[in-house]
C-alpha cells in the first residue's frame, strides 16, 4: 500500500464549478499536510499548509483535514482557466526528518 | 522567480556524457533536496542536504552524485545514464523540521 494515495484524473471542469481534489493516507502519524500547485514546465509551489485536522481558507481555497479518516481534501470555489494545473497532495514525514511524501498528483483543467 | 533557480533548463546527453545540473537558493535555508519527478508517478526523494550534510541517499544509483558546497548551492553530477532516467530533476529547499519546500522550475533531462 502506498503511503499517500491520490486520483491522478485527469479532472476537467467548466468555469466557475467548485472543485474537490483528495488523498488518503496510511501512517496515522502525520500531522502537517500541504497542497502544491504545479503548473506546466514549472516546479510545484506551495498553495496551502495544515497542522493536525481541521479546516484552512485562503482566498478561493479550503484545504480539510479528518484525521480520523486519514483523508485531505483541497476545495477550489468559483474555479478559473488559470487553476488548470497539477495538484499535489503532501505530508511531513513524522520523524522531524524534513522530508516531503507527495502523492501523484491530480491534474486538473478547468475549460472557459 | 522563487527564490530557487535551476539550471540548465533543459538538457539533451548521450548515455556516455558527463554532465551537471545545478541548483542555487537565495532563500537562507538550511536544507536543499533533490527530486525526480516522472510521468504518472510521485516526486521521489533522491538526496537530503542540512546544512551542507548529506542525511539521505534514497537507493539512488551511484551513476547520479550530488555536492553541496555550501548551504545555498547544490549540484547533480551525471554519468553514464541510462534512458530511463530522462526526466524532470527538482531541487528544493527548506528551513527544515516540517516547513513546506520552494522548489526551482526543474531541468528537463533527456537521456538519449
Known amino acids: 500500500q502506498k503511503e499517500v494515495e491520490q486520483d491522478p484524473g485527469p479532472l476537467s471542469v467548466p468555469e466557475g464549478a467548485i472543485v474537490s481534489l483528495n488523498c488518503t493516507y496510511s501512517?496515522?502519524?502525520?500531522?502537517?499536510f500541504m497542497w502544491y500547485r504545479q503548473y506546466s514546465r514549472k516546479g510545484p509551489e506551495l498553495l496551502m499548509y495544515t497542522y493536525s485536522s481541521g479546516n484552512k481558507e485562503d482566498g478561493r481555497f479550503t484545504a480539510q483535514v479528518d484525521k480520523s479518516s486519514k483523508y485531505i481534501s483541497l476545495f477550489i470555489r468559483d474555479s478559473q482557466p488559470s487553476d488548470s494545473a497539477t495538484y499535489l497532495c503532501a505530508m511531513s514525514d513524522p520523524g522531524n526528518t524534513g522530508k516531503l511524501i507527495f502523492g501523484q498528483g491530480t491534474t486538473l483543467q478547468v475549460k472557459p | 522567480e522563487t527564490g530557487v533557480t535551476q539550471t540548465p533548463r533543459h538538457l539533451v546527453m548521450g548515455m556516455t556524457n558527463k554532465k551537471s545540473l545545478k541548483c542555487e537558493q537565495h532563500?537562507?535555508?538550511?536544507?536543499m533536496y533533490w527530486y525526480k519527478q516522472s510521468a504518472k508517478k510521485p516526486l521521489e526523494l533522491m538526496f537530503v542536504y542540512n546544512f551542507k550534510e548529506q542525511t539521505e541517499n534514497n537507493s539512488v544509483p551511484s551513476r547520479f552524485s550530488p555536492e553541496c558546497p555550501n548551504s545555498s548551492h547544490l549540484f547533480l553530477h551525471l554519468h553514464t545514464l541510462q534512458p530511463e532516467d530522462s526526466a524532470l530533476y527538482l531541487c528544493?529547499?527548506?528551513?527544515?523540521?516540517?516547513?513546506?519546500?520552494?522548489f526551482g522550475s526543474g531541468t528537463r533531462l533527456t537521456v538519449v
Open positions: 501512517n496515522s502519524a502525520f500531522q502537517y
Open positions: 528544493a529547499s527548506s528551513r527544515g523540521g516540517n516547513y513546506g519546500y520552494t
Open positions: 532563500l537562507g535555508h538550511n536544507a
